[in-house]
């Protein structure tokens, strides 16, 4: 089995707590990945808003990305077969590999107002940025603003041009409805909502709407599945490896198309799990159960093609 994930908070958790990538109690380590057969994993570095908004973002930012290379070089050393993914023919050859990190970052906040500091951050491998957290950046609000009505600002819309044209994937994730819809009619690439769910099924506003998933879909983007059990069931202690069933059935139903779905976790940046899932290593009979009811074909889409196919479109 290999399995992308569009999504996790893992490299700021293992920073913080000052521990490997390798084993550690987290809910991903690279030993239970390869134990799932190897996969390509969105290693997302979080950058509190709130914290950084004014000063010491890109300092911070270039002490997790210090952590996610040291860790790299960690893994390398002990023989794991580890192949970053930085363009199209990295995701080309994805599946020849066990372990396929690809850098991002959460919050544009990183960048500090510079697009200098954006394409650094590429030089330096990142290759997906979540342009807003919840809270309001000088890209744009994120979904705790909706009231804002606010779009991109003058320099959001110069990251995206700038994403688009160093083949960055642009992540709507976290945003509000109002920059989502901007964002959409802006980039010259398909856009990734990299852990985001359906609003029709569990109405929190980081989830989607149909509007919003059927714009994904006609705009050949990509909808990661997020696995928070808050975004998953109304009531939390319900969720399980049926309510990500549902969410991905919803979604395939509404898109008319099984083409732009698969799975953006969120692992180490929940604090609820859906009951029958306590990390990585319960992918398999996650998976196990979406074969019995979508099929093999579908369900290598979901776990990894779609993904793959995505990446081919954007780097
Ligand atoms: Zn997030």
Redesign the pocket.
Known sequence: MFICDT?C?TISELYKNEVDFFANKQHIDVERILKNGGGLQFCAL?IPTEQFRYHGGIRYTLTLLDKYKTELKKLAARGVDVHPILTKADATAALQHKFNPLLAI?EGGALGGSLAALRMYYELGVRAL?LV?SNRNDIADGVNEDCTKGGLTTFGRQVVAEMNRLGMAVDV??MSTYGFWDTLATSSKPIIAT?SNAYSLCDQPRNLNDEQIKALGKNNGFIGINFYADFLEKDYHQASSESIYKHLAYMLDLLGDDDHVGFGT?FD?IDHTPVDIQGVQDLVPLVELLTKKFGDQTVAKITHQNCLNYLQRVL
């Open positions: 999504h908070d979080f959460e979540t957290w994730s976290h852990h969120d940046g």
